[in-house]
C-alpha cells in the first residue's frame, strides 16, 4: 500500500472541496488507475468521519461490511446498514460517517479506466451522473461480489505480485458487472449503441463539463454534429424531456450544492453559474424548485432536513 502524505487546506474556505483522493489534495498521486482502501483506515486517517466534498474524473464504490454509515449525497441524508454498495459518480458531493468499527472498502476509479471496462463490457456506468445505494443480497451472486471486494483489498496490497494488473481489473470487472445487472444507471438508453443513444450519452456529458456556461442548445448540437431540432428530438424520445430541461436540471442541481455547501452569497453563486443577474437566478431556481434559494438554503440547513433510514426493502436510491 502507498504511503500518502495529507495536502495542506485548500485557501478557498467557502467552495465545496475537490479532490482526487480525499484529504490528499486535487493531484492523482496513485500509481494505478484504481486506489482501494478499507473503512477501518478511515479511524485512523479522519477519525471515522469523510467530511463534504466531490470528485472530477473519479467514481467511487463504497461496500459496507459491517458496522454503519450516514451517507449525505447532495445534501440527502441516510443511515445504512451492512451489505449496501453506495456509487458515487464525480462531482456529486458525498460525505460519509462511519460508527466506529465499521468496516468494508472503498475504491475510487479514474474515469479512463472505468471508460476502457465499460467498453470492453457493454456497461453504462459512465453515463450515471446520480449516486445510488444498491443492497446486496445474500444470494450467490452477492457473495461472490463481496469475496470480490476482499480479494481486490488483498490483489491491491500485493504490489510486486505477478499479473497484478489484469486480476484487478478482472475482479473490478466482476463488482460492475454486478452493478450494472442491478439496473444502475437507471436510465437504460445510456447503454444503446445505436446513434440516437451515442449522442444523448455525449450531450449529457458536454452539459456535465459546460453547464456553467449557459450555452445554448445549438451549441451543443453543432459540436455533437446534428441540428438542434434533432437533437432536442433524440432527447425527447429517450428521456422524456426537452434538451433545454436537461441543461437546466444540471444547473439546479448545482445551485442545490452551492446553497447546501458553500456560504456563498447569492449573488456569488448567480455569477459562478453563468446567470447575468442574481434576479434572474432567483427567478430561474424557484421556478424549478418552487421556492426561492434562500428559503431552500433554510430548509435544507434546518436539523433533521432529508433524513432517512435504511429500509432492507430498498433496492436503489438515487440522488
Given amino acids: 500500500m502507498e504511503s500518502l502524505t495529507p495536502a495542506p487546506p485548500a485557501h478557498d474556505h467557502t467552495a465545496i472541496p475537490i479532490y482526487k483522493l480525499y484529504g490528499y489534495g486535487n493531484v492523482w498521486t496513485a500509481s494505478d488507475p484504481l486506489y482501494c482502501e478499507t473503512i477501518a483506515a478511515q479511524e485512523k486517517l479522519h477519525n471515522w468521519h469523510v467530511t463534504a466534498h466531490k470528485h472530477t474524473d473519479l467514481f467511487q464504490v463504497l461496500f ?3 458496522g454503519e454509515v450516514t451517507v449525505v449525497l447532495d445534501g440527502r441524508e441516510r443511515t445504512l446498514r451492512p451489505g449496501r454498495l453506495v456509487l458515487v459518480p464525480q462531482r456529486v458531493v458525498h460525505e460519509f460517517i462511519f460508527r466506529p468499527g465499521s468496516n468494508g472498502y472503498i475504491l475510487t476509479l479514474t474515469y479512463a479506466l472505468l471508460h476502457g471496462l465499460c467498453a470492453r463490457f457493454g456497461l453504462a456506468l459512465t453515463a450515471a451522473t446520480d449516486p445510488a445505494v444498491l443492497v446486496m443480497g445474500t444470494d450467490e451472486a452477492g457473495r461472490h461480489v463481496a469475496l470480490s471486494f476482499r480479494q481486490l483489498d488483498r490483489e491491491y496490497r500485493g504490489l510486486h505480485s505477478p499479473q497484478r494488473g489484469p486480476l484487478l481489473e478482472s475482479l473490478l470487472s466482476a463488482i460492475l458487472v454486478w452493478i450494472h445487472r442491478q439496473g444502475y444507471p437507471a436510465n437504460p438508453a445510456a447503454a444503446g449503441a445505436d446513434p440516437g443513444s451515442q449522442h444523448l450519452t455525449r450531450y449529457a456529458r458536454m452539459i456535465e463539463d459546460h453547464h456553467a456556461r449557459q450555452h445554448r442548445v445549438g ?3 453543432q459540436r455533437i454534429g446534428v441540428t438542434p431540432a434533432h437533437l432536442n428530438a433524440i432527447v425527447q424520445a429517450l428521456t422524456g424531456k426537452s434538451a433545454l430541461e436537461l441543461i437546466h436540471e444540471r444547473l439546479l442541481l448545482e445551485a442545490r450544492r452551492e446553497l447546501i455547501y458553500t456560504p456563498r452569497p447569492i449573488g456569488a453563486i ?3 453559474l453563468g446567470f447575468a443577474d442574481p434576479g434572474y437566478f432567483t427567478r430561474f431556481f424557484k421556478r424549478l424548485a418552487g421556492v426561492s434559494p434562500k428559503d431552500f438554503r433554510r430548509r435544507a440547513l434546518a436539523p433533521g ?9 430498498d433496492q436503489t436510491t438515487g440522488s
Fill in 305 to 313: 432536513a432529508d433524513q432517512a433510514t435504511d429500509q432492507a426493502t
Fill in 219 to 221: 451549441w451543443y448540437a
Fill in 270 to 272: 448567480s455569477d459562478s
Fill in 64 to 66: 459496507l461490511e459491517s
